[in-house]
């Protein structure tokens, strides 16, 4: 099947949220089983807290302020995709993924460091996980997607053309494990056949598990 034939599928991330990291997966599955492309894009829990931190859990609060760990990484993926272009983007989520929550070495430089060696890019792009260079570029990435599902949401959001021409556009979904085979594929065609329906909002139950990355 030819690229040209494939739905474009836009999904924004943080690599901090490991719920995200779970549906990422998942989308990476329906690749396989539905004639579908993942574009990837960064998005910032960072930006979408910075003016509700008083609300926020102490623990969270701190790693969304200014400096916290919630910054580095979307910023080292905001500058690799600037200085190195939008194919780099998924191999160094996937790569930060990996380290942060299927290897639990956590959120740091260091884990930061070795996620760019295995996705092949030069070291120094660490340098910019605390600098601004690039924020500007980041909370366009952050808006783009964001805008198209409200404030009310979080990480990630998956966009792909509507059969009118507008975007289809959801938050989620949050599942654990990912979806494999023929399971990904009813679950995408799910969401899809639930979002693409004009006033439809959500669909929630509570969590009783926690993210599992088998």
């Not at 909370?139 to 959001?157: C, F, N, W, Y």
Request: some cysteine; charged content about 25%.
């Amino acid at each position: 099947m030819s690229e040209a034939t494939k739905t474009p599928a836009d999904f924004w991330f943080d690599p901090l949220c490991p719920w995200a990291w779970l549906t990422s997966r998942w989308m990476l599955e329906v690749e396989k089983v539905r004639p579908v492309e993942v574009r990837w894009h960064v998005m910032s829990l960072a930006v979408l807290n910075e003016n509700k931190l008083d609300e926020l859990p102490e623990e969270y609060r701190d790693n969304m302020r200014p400096g916290g760990k919630a910054w580095g990484p979307v910023r080292v993926v905001t500058a690799a995709r600037q200085l190195y272009g939008d194919d780099v983007v998924g191999r160094l989520y996937t790569a930060l993924g990996t380290r942060f929550h299927n290897e639990g070495l956590g959120v740091n430089r260091e884990s930061i460091a070795a996620a760019l060696d295995d996705a092949g890019l030069p070291a120094d792009l660490i340098e910019y996980a605390g600098k601004d260079t690039y924020d500007a570029e980041l909370r366009a990435s952050h808006k783009e997607g964001i805008d198209l599902v409200g404030q009310e949401v979080g990480t990630p959001v998956i966009a792909v053309p509507g059969s009118d021409g507008d975007q289809i556009a959801f938050f989620g979904p949050v599942v654990t494990p990912a979806p494999r085979g023929e399971q990904a594929a009813r679950l995408w065609d799910g969401t899809l056949m639930v979002a693409s329906i004009p006033g439809f909002y959500e669909i929630k139950r509570t969590r009783t598990a926690a993210p599992s990355f088998d």
